[in-house]
C-alpha cells in the first residue's frame, strides 16, 4: 500500500506561497483548503490562488472543498489544475454525479466526511470515488486536536474499502502529526494531510519525510 503525504498550504505563509511551496517539493501532493465561510466559518481563497499555485509547483494539488454547493463549483477547480478535488458529501446534492463529472475532466473524485457523518450510508457510492478523506477535526481551522475517536471510523472505511477492492485512497485530515499519524496509519489511512505540523517545522521537507516514514512503519508493523 502507497503512502502519501499532502502538506495543507493552510498553515503556510499566505505572503510567501511559492516559496513554502518550493519547501514541500518532495511532498505526494499540496493540499488546498478552500474554504467559503458558509459551510465552514472560515474564509480561505478560492479559484485564482489555486490556479497560481499548481503553475508555480510540480507537486499535484490536492483540492479541499468546504464550501457549500460544490456541484456548482468544484468541476473548475478541476480545471484550475487541480488533479484531486474533493467535495464535502453534506453540502453535495448529487454527489455521484459530481464524481463522474471530476472523472470526466481527468481529476480524481473524492468526498470527505465531517467527524458525525457515517461512512456506512455512502457505501454503494464507492466505486465513483478515486479517494475519500475523513476529517479527524472538525472543519475550519488549522493547527487543532486530533479527534481519536475517529479511529474507529477510519477502521470502518479502510474493511468497506477493502471489500470492494479496487485502489480508492483513504485521506485524513486534521491534527495529523508525527505524534498521531502512526495511529492513523494503523487504522487504515495511506493519505494523510498535515499543515501545521509540517509548516510549523522548522524544517518542512525534512518534516514530510519524518511523516511518510512513519507512517510506512506503522503500516508495515499493522499488515
Ligand atoms: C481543516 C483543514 C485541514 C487543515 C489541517 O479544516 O481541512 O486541511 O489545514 O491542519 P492541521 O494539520 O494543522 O490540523
Ligand atoms: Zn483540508
Do not use: K, R
Given at each position: 500500500m502507497g503512502i502519501r503525504i499532502s502538506p495543507s498550504?493552510?498553515?503556510?505563509?499566505f505572503a510567501n506561497l511559492e516559496r513554502d511551496v518550493t519547501r514541500i517539493a518532495g511532498a505526494d501532493w499540496v493540499h488546498v483548503d478552500v474554504m467559503?465561510?458558509?459551510?465552514?466559518?472560515n474564509l480561505t481563497l478560492g479559484l485564482p490562488v489555486l490556479e497560481a499555485i499548481s503553475r508555480v509547483t510540480d507537486v499535484p494539488v490536492d483540492a479541499h472543498l468546504m464550501i457549500e454547493d460544490p456541484d456548482r463549483w468544484a468541476p473548475a477547480y478541476a480545471e484550475a489544475g487541480a488533479q484531486s478535488v474533493t467535495f464535502h458529501v453534506e453540502a453535495a446534492a448529487a454527489p455521484v454525479r459530481l464524481a463522474r463529472e471530476l472523472r470526466a475532466q481527468d481529476a480524481r473524485a473524492s468526498m470527505a466526511l465531517k467527524?458525525?457523518?457515517?461512512i456506512e450510508p455512502y457505501e454503494?457510492?464507492?466505486?465513483?470515488?478515486?479517494m475519500v478523506l475523513l476529517m479527524?477535526?472538525?472543519?475550519?481551522?488549522?493547527g487543532q486536536a486530533f479527534l481519536d475517536i475517529m479511529l474507529p471510523k477510519i477502521r470502518r472505511t479502510r474493511a468497506l474499502l477493502d471489500k470492494h477492492g479496487g485502489d480508492i485512497w483513504l485521506q485524513v485530515d486534521g491534527g495529523v502529526s508525527a505524534d498521531t499519524i502512526e495511529r492513523c496509519a494503523e487504522a487504515g489511512a495511506d493519505t494523510f494531510v498535515a499543515g501545521s505540523a509540517v509548516f510549523g517545522a522548522d524544517d518542512p521537507g525534512a518534516m514530510v519525510d519524518q511523516l511518510r516514514d512513519r507512517a510506512a512503519e506503522a503500516t508495515h508493523r499493522h499488515a
Open positions: 498550504i493552510l498553515s503556510a505563509d467559503d465561510n458558509h459551510f465552514v466559518p467527524p458525525a457523518t457515517p454503494d457510492l464507492l466505486p465513483e470515488l478515486d479527524t477535526v472538525e472543519p475550519g481551522f488549522g
